[in-house]
């Protein structure tokens, strides 16, 4: 499962925008779409957040550990910045794009978000898991491989994860 060190060139980076994409675009296309956030605009955001960090990856799984940590980071500030009531937060919000249902509220995303921030607080592996497998969408075995362990230790963490943030969110 381990990587070699890679360069600090970017290399990684330039290589990853289109697995970005992928990973972006499969999370908005299940439905947990943000209503002015799309596949590009959350990859590029990201991107930005990023940026400037090339020789800091050790590995491509180590690169997307951050990049779940980014997206997770542009969800959770678009959401802020849309409820905020000075920018218009109590007004309804319509979106033109009509194949991409809404992700489940706003206000779901704030209290995952918080919930997570005490789960880490807990046990940060825990919320990690929650964090590539909900705001970035890796599979188990993509997942497994960011964190470095096995599929099942992923699994049996994605079940405790769970079942505390269910508790969490009661």
Request: hydrophobic share 45%; no cysteine.
């Amino acid at each position: 499962m381990s990587n070699p060190p890679l360069s600090a060139d970017g290399d990684l980076v330039a290589a990853s925008y289109d697995e970005l994409k992928r990973i972006a675009h499969q999370r908005l296309r299940r439905g947990e779409a943000l209503t002015l956030l799309n596949t590009t605009s959350l990859v590029h955001e990201a991107w930005v957040r990023l940026s400037g960090r090339e020789g800091a990856w050790q590995s491509r799984a180590h690169f997307l550990g951050y990049a779940a940590r980014a997206m997770r980071s542009v969800v959770v500030d678009a959401v802020r910045e849309r409820s905020a009531l000075r920018r218009g937060g109590d007004l309804q919000q319509v979106t033109l794009v009509t194949d991409l249902p809404p992700l489940g509220g706003d206000e779901e995303i704030l209290r995952v978000h918080e919930a997570l921030q005490a789960l880490d607080k807990l046990d940060a592996r825990l919320a990690r898991v929650v964090e590539l497998r909900y705001f970035v969408g890796l599979d188990e075995v993509e997942a497994a491989e960011v964190l470095n362990v096995s599929r099942r230790t992923l699994q049996r963490d994605w079940i405790k994860a769970r079942a505390l943030l269910w508790e969490a969110l009661k």
